[in-house]
């Protein structure tokens, strides 16, 4: 009898621990898919937020290209001066009519072609393209209205819009239209921003790049998707393949057409003009190289970063590992040695890719800091003071930690160029003041 009781209580109690086993089974898959879950949304929410991220990187630098495309296209960018009346200089010209070497524009027009076109070289595109969303709004409508018509009819005097465009409503190039689909981009992105913010995760809008089709416009306009998009970005590889905010107006007259109309001045001040025009075209010439070297260089170091990374990350495995094997201490050294050297070269090469990036969002900032003779300091956080080399925090905005500080970035190449940049702006508009062409 009690060999039977010892029985069932032993079963009682094997079923009992049995039926706790099942419990917390089934408590740790609970917690387990709850964890998978959360994972998952995290995961998400960090995607949601990297595709907007790239997606606004893109459509960035499409605004930079676009404009600076649409300004030599139209002719706008010759009426860029650094002088002091140089905003002026340009709303006469914009005003003046066609056949005397100007545009055409009305006052107001010319007032707001100016005043984009200046934004536009100081680094803020937005305003130019406004314009030329504008214009190709009015230009596909059959009947335009007097604001929009005044705008047209300068871009068709100066020849960027042809009389068979303008007829027909439809611009060959597409360049128009490519630029109104960038400004849409933008009113896009910012809505999807709003919404990720709100808790919205999925990417909604028809957002990506136009392409123009090379000969006639076709009907069907050939887009970017999503992947599409982010694959661009990936293309794009460092920032000196963007289209980066210009230091330097391409737009610069050669010695001859400056000289063309010497024929009118005495000799004595032909042979004065000729000489000063000698010695600036040296220094010009000087100050180029070197600019032209610090722009070969940056591009070195930037293109670097990434294979700096990867060995630094080496480094640091080898070193752990030959410490665990029992290395000696000298032969450990060097392993430390070499690891620090590629730390330093990672972060050289990481500083130079943060100076382009800060260049890219305000030149104003780097430029007052030379005019004023101060450090080029720029927030970031702590992170990206001192980064894990195999996190890349520059597609993580709003996801490293924000206790932020300020890092110095005054000696890097980028800094180098646009102390050049301004020399060389200044020899260029010594050289216009001996033109007396007209």
Do not use: C, H
Not at 7 to 35: F, I
Not at 77 to 93: F, L, N, R
Not at 419 to 437: C, F, H, M, N, V
């Amino acid at each position: 009898m009690a060999t039977e009781a010892y029985d069932v209580v032993g079963s009682l109690r094997e079923m009992l621990q049995s039926q706790e086993r099942r419990e917390q089974s089934k408590v740790q898959t609970a917690l387990a898919s709850m964890q998978f879950a959360q994972q998952k949304k995290m995961q998400d929410i960090q995607l949601a937020g990297q595709q907007l991220q790239f997606l606004q990187t893109v459509n960035t630098q499409a605004m930079t290209g676009q404009a600076t495309d649409f300004l030599t296209s139209t002719g706008l960018g010759a009426i860029y001066s650094e002088d002091e009346d140089g905003v002026e200089d340009a709303i006469e010209t914009l005003t003046k009519k066609p056949k005397k070497g100007g545009f055409g524009f009305s006052e107001a027009d010319a007032n707001r072609i100016a005043t984009a076109v200046w934004m536009s070289y100081k680094g803020s595109p937005s305003a130019i393209l406004s314009i030329a969303d504008e214009l190709n709004t009015g230009f596909k409508k059959e009947k335009p209205s007097t604001n929009e018509l005044s705008l047209i009819k300068g871009f068709v005097a100066s020849g960027y819009i042809t009389e068979e465009e303008f007829t027909s409503g439809k611009q060959e190039s597409g360049q128009l239209d490519s630029m109104s689909k960038t400004i849409q981009n933008t009113k896009d992105i910012s809505a999807e921003m709003y919404e990720y913010g709100r808790g919205e995760y999925e990417i909604q809008r028809d957002i990506g790049a136009f392409e123009p089709i090379k000969g006639k416009v076709k009907s069907e306009e050939s887009q970017q998707d999503l992947s599409r998009a982010l694959d661009e970005f990936e293309k794009i590889g460092s920032p000196e393949q963007e289209q980066v905010t210009p230091m330097l107006n391409p737009n610069v007259k050669t010695s001859k057409d400056i000289t063309s109309d010497y024929n009118i001045l005495p000799e004595a001040a032909r042979k004065a003009a000729e000489s000063k025009l000698a010695g600036l075209d040296m220094s010009l010439g000087t100050l180029t190289s070197e600019y032209e070297s610090l722009l070969d260089e940056r591009e070195s170091i930037v293109d670097s970063m990434d294979d700096n990374a990867q060995d630094y990350s080496r480094a640091v495995k080898a070193y752990d590992l030959s410490v665990r094997t029992g290395l000696n201490v000298t032969d450990l050294e060097v392993l430390a040695s070499k690891a620090k050297e590629n730390k330093s070269a990672y972060d050289n090469a990481r500083r130079e890719y943060l100076a382009v990036q800060e260049f890219q969002k305000n030149p104003r900032i780097l430029s007052n800091a030379i005019r004023y003779g101060d450090d080029w300091r720029v927030s970031v956080s702590g992170a990206q003071m001192k980064p894990d080399p195999n996190i890349d925090y520059f597609n993580l905005e709003g996801q490293v930690p924000m206790d932020l500080g300020t890092i110095n970035l005054t000696g890097t190449s980028t800094f180098k160029m646009a102390e050049l940049a301004t020399k060389i702006r200044s020899i260029q508009s010594q050289r216009e003041s001996l033109d007396i062409g007209l």
